[in-house]
């Protein structure tokens, strides 16, 4: 396979991208400027090297602890728990959060193997063993995985005193936070409905079978 083809083929394993957009794609870069072209390149090789987690929260950074964690300004007594980083740029687009995030970088779905240990459970109980937390806030993508996260957190927190809201419903069920617009999610944050029972669903669903005391 040639050095164009072999390219067009890459570029068909970024998501979104199928094989005619890989080749216009592909003819697009042998056409443009090849100073940006190796600039492009160096940013893709290095992204993995430079780019790290946040040891607290799990954003994406260039430096630990992220910028959102670092900056005073923010109210440590929110935390909004979302399944990834690109999550934490929708709901910052919005600019009406003002706390601190968690990513949980998955969520529970037997289906795929994911059970609650795979995800950074552990570690937001470690923050929220701080004390300085007081609420948190679900936002898991409204999907039965996503919801099925919620109940499970709702469930392992419940004795702890924190308020526990999840956003308001207005985003598309079964949809993904990232393609929200920010009117809605910003609606949805601040129609957010605090969540009270939820072992019953978790119970009908088999994920609540041994409970672990936390607090
Ligand atoms: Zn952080």
């Not at 552990?122 to 936002?139: D, F, P, Q, S, Y």
């Not at 605090?194 to 409970?211: F, P, Q, V």
Request: aromatic share 4%; proline share 5%; charged share 25%.
């Amino acid at each position: 396979m040639n050095t164009l083809d072999l390219l067009v083929k890459n570029l068909t394993k970024l998501p979104g991208i199928g094989s005619k957009s890989a080749r216009r794609v592909a003819h697009f870069l042998l056409k443009a400027d090849g100073s940006w072209v190796h600039e492009l390149a160096s940013q893709i090789g290095n992204l993995q090297k430079n780019v790290k987690k946040c040891e607290h929260c799990g954003n994406y950074t260039d430096k630990s602890p992220c910028p959102i964690c670092s900056d005073p300004g923010r109210d440590r007594s929110v935390i909004c728990v979302v399944e990834q980083p690109e999550d934490i740029n929708t709901i910052e687009a919005t600019g009406d959060f003002k706390g601190l995030y968690h990513v949980l970088t998955g969520v529970i779905s037997p289906i795929d193997g994911m059970g609650p240990e795979e995800l950074t459970i552990g570690m937001l109980i470690h923050r929220l063993k701080g004390g300085t937390v007081k609420e948190l806030i679900i936002a898991t993508n409204p999907t039965v995985e996503g919801e099925t996260t919620a109940l499970y957190l709702v469930n392992l927190l419940k004795k702890s005193g924190l308020k526990i809201s999840q956003l308001a419903s207005g985003l598309p069920a079964g949809g993904d936070l990232e393609y929200a617009d920010r009117l809605t999610i910003s609606r949805s944050l601040k129609g957010r409905r605090t969540l009270l029972k939820a072992e019953e669903g978790l119970r009908s669903i088999g994920i609540l079978n041994k409970e672990k005391p936390l607090f």
